[in-house]
């Protein structure tokens, strides 16, 4: 069966710190990865995405994820993170085989604290 | 240049009633999706639409729930005799290709359902 999971449902730290948000997924096929983030009472936003190509994508806020497949990561990570980073992050996956869909992790909930 | 529109953002009902979401894709955008967040939970599939068309409804419960894409106006997801454990929010996404493509889904804000 397809699945995402996200190893740390809380991760709190401290403002300036880095942290690292870890995301493996099931697969016997190639994927699409994706990190969302969502703020209280928002939708999601799009972070970054791996599509094909070099393993470290960068995206929005600092925010960077490697992809590593023979290990079927997709951790996401950023160097020094801010009190405005507190929220929820998504880590989801599309299989380029079968149903066209994304399937979602359980979500990271990262606070900063000062 | 808006972003995808869901409305209402807040929905109360009673048990027994009928619920009615609403969402208006991004411009250009053909291909809809929606998802349901139970709470402390990350989201969950429920159907892919294009225009006028359902592409895969594996994630619809089998009873009550049912979606729409009409060639003109918004994707509607349609709750019938709601029970509590309807309470959730129902996120649309769009994008102007399917999943397979490389572009990704982009959010509206959600509708939040609560059933009294």
């Known amino acids: 069966a397809q699945s995402v999971t996200q190893l740390d449902s809380q991760v709190p730290v401290f403002e300036e710190a880095p942290v690292e948000l870890r995301c493996n997924y099931s697969s016997s096929v190639s994927v699409y990865l994706f990190w969302y983030v969502q703020y209280p009472n928002q939708g999601l936003q799009l972070l970054l995405k791996?599509?094909?190509?070099?393993?470290l994508v960068k995206g929005i806020n600092g925010f960077e994820a490697e992809f590593n497949k023979s290990q079927t990561s997709f951790h996401l990570r950023k160097p020094s993170v801010h009190i405005s980073d507190t929220a929820e992050y998504f880590c989801a996956v599309s299989y380029l085989q079968g149903a066209q869909k994304l399937v979602f992790g359980q979500g990271t909930r990262l606070t900063i604290n000062p | 240049n808006a972003g995808v529109m869901q409305n209402p953002r807040h929905l109360v009902r009673r048990r027994g009633q009928e619920a009615r979401l609403r969402c208006s894709p991004m411009?250009?955008?053909?291909?809809v999706y929606w998802y349901r967040q139970l709470p402390e939970e990350g989201l969950k599939f429920m159907v892919y639409?294009?225009?006028?068309?359902?592409?895969?409804e594996s994630g619809m419960p089998k009873e009550r729930f049912s979606a729409e894409f009409p060639k003109e106006g918004p994707s509607i997801l349609r709750i019938q005799q709601v029970v509590r454990g309807d309470s959730a929010a129902y996120f649309c996404?769009?994008?102007?290709?399917?999943?397979?493509?490389?572009?990704?889904?982009?959010f509206g804000d959600g509708t939040r359902l609560s059933i009294l």
């Open positions: 791996y599509l094909s190509g070099s393993t």
């Open positions: 639409l294009q225009k006028e068309n359902i592409i895969d």
């Open positions: 411009k250009g955008h053909s291909h």
């Open positions: 996404a769009s994008s102007p290709f399917g999943v397979l493509s490389n572009q990704p889904q982009h």
